[in-house]
């Protein structure tokens, strides 16, 4: 990046402490990952010089030969990936994917029906605080009281007495797995469309370590970064009746013209997730998961749904008689990064909630396991456990740094 020191120290200094950063931190913030140097440089190539409404072979501008020709194979890469009839890469990220599907296939005022976000749940999935709440009518399922998992049953329930329009499967701190094929049986009952937002474990769905919501979905959204290792933005599958619904509602509807710079990242990344090592990693993930909160449990954490079947662990915070906020904060400063997080039935408001979200692609990606996953776990006790003497929290963060040397990070260099 000599270029970029040259013309602009100020920003290149922040990057290059924010690559250190990267690279000395344990980062558990389920959402994030590394993505390798193939995915990272046609993220910065020249495909960001051009504009490109429109879709292959149906542009409103002349000179997208190559452009058309690099759009198709990242959408029949997709299509073979997840097995899927259709499929539009233009999406910038989840929330406008999702607000694309809504508008292709939704009328103002029609019945939105997805998990509650203190339950787990996503902005985007009716929220009040999100359009999708305000355009669309919300209604929320949640979790059980006490064991914190999605009553099936309750979602019928509610699905009959409120006939949605459309039932939405997915979230970003639910960390047991879906049943989708349950969801498509009630959404059919109903008369409502199926939509799947996969966007935390498209890559678990990938290597066979989640069930698929293919066969019953009538759209899948998924971003491209997460667990697929991809970059920032999106993909919608659906089946091929309504395609050209969701294509108009993507372009012109909510967007312009495609990031063609991210729309190649995003075949990269989807011909890494195709090798047999992508598989393994997506296990590894799992496995990973499980033997972090094995490690949290056998510590006196008590985490949501009392532990995991995917990449995220929610810890309830409230047996440490520690706010999630303040917990999050401590182990920043330690080097082990994760985000606060309500938990279902929560007593605290959101930006003070009781609990913290962990996940473990962005260290599987550095090639960590089990056993690291067991010392994080020690780590996070002693910062909970001393969470006000800053001399431990100092003391961890140096060992962290030079634990998190040993291993590479993905596409940086070290």
Request: aromatic fraction near 8%.
């Amino acid at each position: 990046m000599d270029e970029l020191e040259r013309v602009d120290p100020e920003l290149f200094n922040l990057i290059k402490q924010e690559e250190t950063y990267q690279i000395e931190s344990v980062r558990l913030i389920p959402s994030e990952n590394y993505v390798s140097r193939a995915v990272l440089q046609a993220t910065g190539s020249i495909l960001a010089n051009k504009y490109s409404e429109g879709y292959p072979g149906r542009r409103y501008y002349e000179g997208q030969q190559f452009i058309d020709q690099i759009e198709t194979i990242v959408i029949e890469r997709a299509k073979r990936l997840f097995g899927a009839e259709h499929v539009n890469v233009q999406p910038y990220s989840g929330t406008p994917a999702n607000l694309a599907v809504y508008t292709a296939l939704l009328k103002p005022g029609d019945g939105l029906m997805g998990l509650a976000l203190p339950h787990g749940g996503h902005l985007s999935h009716g929220w009040n605080v999100s359009l999708s709440g305000n355009f669309w009518r919300p209604i929320h399922y949640t979790v059980d009281r006490e064991t914190h998992r999605i009553d099936y049953e309750q979602v019928r329930r509610l699905a009959k007495s409120e006939r949605p329009r459309m039932i939405i499967t997915g979230a970003t701190a639910y960390p047991r797995q879906f049943d989708f094929k349950i969801f498509g049986e009630i959404a059919r009952e109903v008369g409502a469309y199926l939509l799947a937002d996969i966007s935390h474990i498209a890559g678990l769905i990938v290597a066979g370590v989640h069930p698929d919501p293919v066969p019953y979905a009538d759209v899948v959204m998924t971003t491209t970064h997460k667990t697929l290792r991809g970059p920032r933005g999106a993909m919608i599958l659906c089946r091929k009746e309504i395609a050209p619904q969701i294509d108009k509602a993507v372009f012109p509807g909510i967007q312009g013209g495609p990031h063609n710079h991210t729309t190649a990242a995003i075949g990269v990344a989807l011909k890494e997730a195709s090798s047999p090592e992508f598989k393994n990693y997506g296990c590894q993930v799992v496995r990973n998961a499980k033997a972090l909160a094995d490690e949290l449990l056998a510590r006196g954490f008590q985490l949501v749904s009392g532990g995991t079947d995917n990449h995220l662990i929610v810890i309830d915070l409230t047996n440490k008689q520690v706010i999630g906020r303040k917990a999050a904060q401590a182990l920043d400063r330690a080097g082990i990064v994760c985000n606060y997080n309500t938990i279902p039935y929560d007593p605290r408001k959101p930006f003070s909630p009781s609990g913290i979200r962990l996940g473990t692609p962005a260290v599987t990606s550095r090639g960590m396991k089990e056993q690291e996953m067991r010392q994080i776990g020690a780590w996070i006790d002693k910062v909970i456990a001393r969470i006000d003497d800053e001399t431990v929290i100092a003391r961890i963060a140096g060992e962290v740094r030079e634990f998190s040397r040993q291993f590479p990070a993905p596409g940086l260099i070290q």
